[in-house]
């Protein structure tokens, strides 16, 4: 699977914005679907994931509440939208894609492939 973030870009705090990644293969509907997020000097964390049919979604704490993933099988495409962003929110955002069913979402080593990011930069 090759997964090709986009949609991010400059906003301020307060704002919106709809990242997308789009995926290769046949088989998307079969992958759980996660996003992540790395800011300058810290590591990778966990933003938001879906399971493999849609109908389980799972968010980090510091999100929850401003951000909502959904996918569309057919489009072999996973959205993170994400309202009321504040400066913290600035990073590099990863999709990534899981075979596994179940286990723990927010895990980085549970995914097997990953896009290569696009940056989200809020201002105050």
């Known amino acids: 699977v090759q997964l090709q973030a986009s949609g991010g870009g400059l906003v301020q705090a307060g704002g919106s914005l709809r990242l997308s990644c789009a995926a290769s293969g046949r088989t998307f509907s079969s992958y759980g679907m996660g996003w992540f997020r790395q800011a300058p000097g810290k590591e990778r964390e966990f933003v938001a994931a879906?399971?493999?049919?849609?109908?389980?979604?799972y968010y980090a704490d510091s999100v929850k509440g401003r951000c909502t993933i959904s996918r569309e099988n057919a489009k072999n495409t996973v959205y993170l939208e994400m309202k009321s962003l504040k400066p913290e929110d600035t990073a590099v955002y990863y999709c990534?894609?899981?075979?596994?069913?179940?286990?723990?979402?927010?895990?980085?080593?549970?995914?097997?492939?990953w896009g290569q990011g696009t940056l989200v930069t809020v201002s105050s």
């Open positions: 879906i399971s493999q049919s849609g109908v389980s979604t």
């Open positions: 990534a894609a899981r075979r596994r069913y179940g286990g723990n979402w927010s895990l980085v080593d549970e995914y097997n492939y």
